[in-house]
């Protein structure tokens, strides 16, 4: 799941803005940028290794330290401590954990197939993008839309106001997310495209993901912020 983590975030900006955006937008992602550092360590390698064959339902990687239920209750801890420490405040430390674990919550639905602790272990989840991607992403749209009424709602009733533009900008990005995934569900862009085959050498499926993560969270950052009240 990609924009229905980051939608939590927003609900959990708007109700402990202390623990400011970015830590809340981190937070909600952070087994998937764990999952990017494990890659690069070679830990849990992520094929296919070229963007342009990727799909949702074709990307295979065995996330063990970043996704499984085990791993999970330490970055739980961590996340805990650090919005503990930095804010000086155990709520905000909870409700960062608590996206953490909302993480996984939405993955068992809508995401990879994770585990106990190993392919050997009990499955954790439903892993919907490998066998129901179109569900999968069906479960993913509606949960964000859910996720933004609801961050827009108690908005209007606290007496939020925001310009058309603004709020189209930041339901736009959450549109994107869903519609580009809707592209490449089990149609690679090199199929879509035909795109001929070319080596580059190394992998480029990560770092496209990295720049889509980071690019989302400043894009975030920029318009979720620009607001006025009554």
């Known amino acids: 799941m ?15 803005p202390k623990g400011t955006l970015l830590y809340f937008l981190i937070a909600s992602q952070l087994q998937d940028f764990l999952w990017f550092i494990f890659h690069y360590l070679k830990l849990e390698r992520t094929t296919p290794d070229d963007v342009f064959d990727t799909t949702v339902s074709n990307m295979v990687v065995n996330m063990l330290y ?4 085990i791993p999970l209750i330490a970055w739980l801890i961590i996340v805990f401590l650090i919005g503990k420490f930095i804010f ?8 960062g954990s608590a996206l953490v674990l909302g993480h996984f919550v939405l993955d068992f639905f809508s995401g990879h197939p994770h585990h106990i602790f190993g392919l050997d272990s009990g499955a954790v989840g ?11 992403i069906g479960i993913e749209a509606l949960a964000t839309a859910v996720i933004l009424w609801y961050f827009f709602n108690q ?9 058309f533009k603004n709020k189209a900008s930041i339901i736009g990005l959450f549109v994107f997310g869903i519609v580009f995934m809707l592209s490449i569900a089990t149609t690679s862009f090199r199929e879509l495209f035909n795109i001929p085959e070319f080596d580059l050498g190394f992998n480029t499926s990560v770092p496209t993901l990295i720049i889509t993560y980071v690019s989302m969270i400043v894009y975030l950052k920029h318009f979720v912020p620009k607001f006025s009240t009554k």
């Open 88 to 95: 000086k405040e155990n709520k905000i430390g909870l409700v």
């Open 66 to 69: 970043s996704h499984d239920l």
């Open 126 to 136: 439903l892993g919907n993008y490998a066998t129901n991607v179109y569900q999968a």
């Open 2 to 16: 990609l924009a229905g983590h980051y939608a939590t975030a927003l609900v959990a900006y708007q109700k402990y």
């Open 155 to 163: 908005e209007r009733k606290s007496g939020i106001q925001r310009s």
